[in-house]
T-cell receptor
Framework: GIQVEQSPPDLILQEGANSTLRCNFS?????LQWFHQNPWGQLINLFYIPSGTKQNGRLSATTVATERYSLLYISSSQTTDSGVYFCAVEREGGGNKLTFGTGTQLKVEL | ETGVTQTPRHLVMGMTNKKSLKCEQHLGHNAMYWYKQSAKKPLELMFV???????ENNSVPSRFSPECPNSSHLFLHLHTLQPEDSALYLC???????????FGPGTRLTVL
């Protein structure tokens, strides 16, 4: 099956700092999503981004499908950004099946 | 209600009990999913339903039995579970042809 690797696995930031999270995948995809999992377990949709660049407030994401990676940028981080960030992909011809990466655990400190 | 809801939010059960998890989506989607998230592990897909038909059973033990009576509701029936089945169970939904998935808040299951 498709492999999804996220880096870094853990990240600690001071409030106000910027960061970049990376997602590498091993096969062609027709769906890529970024999620934020809060401390209560809820998965919050950040981006649906099989290709290109999108921005939403302090967050932006870029997927370069031909090179099989995606980046999530967080600017001016806040303590509420803490949690786990997951990348999930659907392989081309994958029949709606999302494969999740292992996540990046982010902690933003005052 | 909007989005995807799940009940109960927390469940503690013994190994001989039978219980059911419920998921309901209010997004007009026609595909629904069950995922399992064990501690320190990524989400694992369990079942996929598309147009109320099961299209994927990801090698899940038969003690987990899904049911999708219509495009808005999904159940996961549990019986004779093991302690290693303790996990967060998440439901999601999407359009069948554009697979942007939206998740419910999850049911945190503890098997004693």
């Amino acid at each position: 099956g498709i492999q999804v690797e996220q880096s870094p696995p853990d990240l600690i930031l001071q409030e106000g700092a910027n960061s970049t999270l990376r997602c590498n995948f091993s096969d062609s995809v027709n769906n890529l999503q970024w999620f934020h999992q809060n401390p209560w377990g809820q998965l919050i949709n950040l981006f649906y981004i099989p290709s290109g660049t999108k921005q939403n407030g302090r967050l932006s994401a870029t997927t370069v499908a031909t090179e099989r990676y995606s980046l999530l940028y967080i600017s001016s981080s806040q303590t509420t950004d803490s949690g786990v960030y997951f990348c999930a992909v659907e392989r081309e011809g994958g029949g709606n099946k999302l494969t999740f990466g292992t996540g990046t655990q982010l902690k933003v400190e005052l | 209600e909007t989005g995807v809801t799940q009940t109960p939010r927390h469940l503690v059960m013994g190994m001989t009990n039978k219980k059911s998890l419920k998921c309901e989506q209010h997004l007009g989607h026609n595909a629904m999913y069950w995922y399992k998230q064990s501690a320190k592990k990524p989400l694992e897909l369990m079942f996929v339903y598309s147009l109320e038909e099961r299209v994927e059973n990801n090698s899940v033990p038969s003690r987990f039995s899904p049911e999708c009576p219509n495009s808005s509701h999904l159940f996961l029936h549990l019986h004779t579970l093991q302690p290693e089945d303790s996990a967060l169970y998440l439901c999601a939904s999407s359009h069948r042809t554009q697979n942007e998935q939206f998740f419910g808040p999850g049911t945190r299951l503890t098997v004693l």
